[in-house]
């Protein structure tokens, strides 16, 4: 096969490289180990009942309709880049051209057993919805249990982490809380619920400016998050959440959002890893030696100077400059100049109505309800497919409307 | 407590049940082992991917707001008639005045074991989704298998049963891959795809009128479906569909539409079984001996002369029954009349703007575009809540406007 292009994962790199080589004289092959596209941004709401999965989950043959893209669900289990092959682990090999690595990351436990065996987490879809499932079941529980002590361990959820997804999702949940309990729990005293976000940090949102942290800590105060700074999660069995500092939490419900890490393929690439695993590359997302192969998204890391953020926005953008070096190669398009990062600005929702949202360019900084506006036109108009978008409007309105969480859920 | 129902099951029987006691002076408990009601009759469309699982399911706290209506999410483990109680697998208890045991059926392998192991069924929300899964797995393996063997028996369906559940589906099966094919899945060629659908008796959907049965076949042929008449499924590895005659399917996707039998406490009851294990009940849906316990829906068999069917309208007009048996025993309502069962009808949809309908009332036999708007109205009209009736529309509304499924998320 002439020019072929191999793509290995289908997140917002792999997806934003196909399409910038769509119905170019070249060949795409995208591999993923799912058949769909996850709009990892807006996960959490389906972990805390606003959205159902199919609202944040694209097919990926929906997305690849152009003729010279393929989709091949597998997993990948090695790459011999001196012979330009991937392995699959159901035996079979793809020879490729050019190669993209765009597998991103997944949850870094920080080597902690316990944490990741009982914790739940945020990266993937079926994560997303057992952490949905749990909260529900933990009420459930709690509206048949006599005992105090046990009734107040099911009713104390714990949010590791005080970056945008713990933020976020503490937000979420406490919103949840404020809505469902009244309406459905009746036998629940919402005084017994507790939410506490635990940051390693001194600071909730620590890439944000000093005004709109401040105004964050105000807000979730008020909603009544339980904040713990400069407080590390140590262990966690199931019932008890050991810190560092400030005393254990009973609770059955630990959250981790506190750290990714790369894909494990990637380990097996050749060079020095670098801002735990990342890989650096070229000012072309290129491999050091190894010029046909990328590295995009999460997983790249600057060779120079610049500090890239693992960012959807920063995923697409190495992407679509990926593919540009690849057709230039080929004569199919102009070479580019090497690669700068625009950043486009960051959103944290804090609940309804009400965000945090900054952009460095045009020295902007806002919150309240006009980030908020900002920050749901820019969600939704992300959001790949027609259909997905009308769905997201429909449980969001019915949400926002009928002031009722629209996803309830047990699955087991 | 006094005048204390429990309602085992949540299910059509169990929900009317408990509407029919809201607002009474009796304090009502509702028993499930999942949160969610379901609606049966529209699952098969979760598999086929025409629906997804929000839109069939509808959380049950959210319809029981009354306030003398409460939610137990909790599985029953066994029953003591004579004490009243019933106990639950969490080693809890709970006493009553009135029992209505409506957990209702599920599916029956006859004993075949490797059927039961491998095969695929529609009785659950899970197992909807799993057949979904396999089905959209099937044509991802097939699209990457070069060997013409093992590639037709990923693209080789089989339904057992040509009752109305595998009618249904086996049209839905059909319909999707008409749309699905050209459009996601280019490297497939659609005539190596085969469908079967293996029934039992001679005819296919036996309550019917015969003239909407022809009626069914023929429509069943042109949309290309395999018909083997008299033919059961013997057994089935995962690979090998066994028939009794007309030679083994190799088949990877086996559909058990062929039976159900009664939730498995119900074996626990005292007194003889009928019908498949089903509970004789005198005309005011009483267990024997027992007039305080009530048996509802599929559990039910007429101690008298009639025949009754396990579909939902029976269910909810035993429950409706039994609600206003209870009460007159309290003085709250009037005795009824014995029960008798008003047959609404029954109706079969065979595709895009197709269904066959009967009204034994009203002696209609409808077929093609008119029964399918009344099937389309009789649907909606019956799923519980806005928010589904929306969802549902804006699913159905994609996928005919569009001519698209809307769910092909593989969930694993």
């Known amino acids: 096969m002439n020019r072929h292009i191999v793509i290995l994962g289908s997140g917002f790199a792999g997806l934003a490289a196909a399409k910038a080589l769509a119905d170019k004289d070249v060949t795409v092959s995208v591999v993923d180990s799912k058949n769909y596209h996850l709009f990892q941004p807006l996960l959490y709401q389906v972990a805390s009942g606003d959205l159902d999965a199919e609202a944040v989950a694209t097919p990926i ?33 793809l020879s490729y051209d050019k190669l993209m690595i ?11 057993t316990g944490i990741a065996h009982h914790a739940y987490h945020l990266k993937g879809l079926p994560e997303a919805e057992a952490l949905r499932s749990q909260i529900l079941l933990a009420l459930e529980r709690a509206s048949r249990c006599q005992d105090l002590g046990e009734r107040q361990s099911w009713l104390s959820f714990v949010i590791a982490g005080g970056g945008t997804t713990g933020v976020e999702f503490c937000c979420a949940l406490l919103e949840l809380f404020r809505i469902l309990l009244p309406r459905d729990y009746p036998e629940l005293d919402p005084t017994e619920v507790s939410v506490h976000i635990l940051q390693g940090e001194s600071v909730l949102l620590p890439g944000f400016d000093p005004s709109l942290r401040a105004y964050t800590k105000i807000r979730l105060n008020a909603l009544g998050a339980q904040i713990r700074l400069e407080t590390h999660v140590e262990d966690f069995d199931g019932l008890t959440v050991q810190c560092n500092r400030g005393g254990s939490i009973f609770s059955r419900t630990l959250v981790w959002a506190a750290g990714v890490m790369p894909h494990p393929l990637v380990v097996t690439l050749p060079g020095e890893k ?10 072309h997302m290129q491999l050091s030696g190894y010029p046909d192969v990328f590295v995009l998204g999460d997983l790249a ?31 199919l ?42 920050w749901l036109f820019v969600h939704l108009y992300s959001i790949v497919g027609t259909r997905n978008r009308a769905l997201t409007l429909l449980d969001w309105g019915t949400d926002y409307l009928f002031h009722s969480a629209v996803v309830e859920l047990i699955r087991r």
Not at 274 to 283: A, C, M, T
Not at 342 to 348: A, E, I, L, N
């Open 61 to 93: 043959r929906r997305i690849l309709k152009k003729r010279n893209l393929r989709f091949i669900l597998s997993t990948v289990s090695g790459l011999n880049l001196d012979r330009r092959i991937v392995h699959m682990e159901d035996g079979t090999d």
């Open 102 to 112: 765009a597998l991103g990351s997944s949850t870094n436990f920080h080597g902690k």
């Open 274 to 283: 670098v801002h735990g695993g990342r890989i650096p590359v070229n000012d």
């Open 301 to 331: 890391a600057s060779g120079g100077m610049e500090d890239w953020p693992q960012v959807a926005p920063f995923a697409i953008q190495s992407a679509r400059h990926a593919a540009q070096v690849v057709l230039s190669t080929w004569n």
């Open 333 to 374: 398009a102009r070479a580019p100049t090497p690669f700068r990062y625009r950043d486009p600005g960051s959103m944290v929702v804090l609940g309804r109505y009400d965000a945090v949202c900054q952009i460095p360019r045009w020295n902007v900084k806002w919150h309240g309800r006009g980030a908020w506006m900002l």
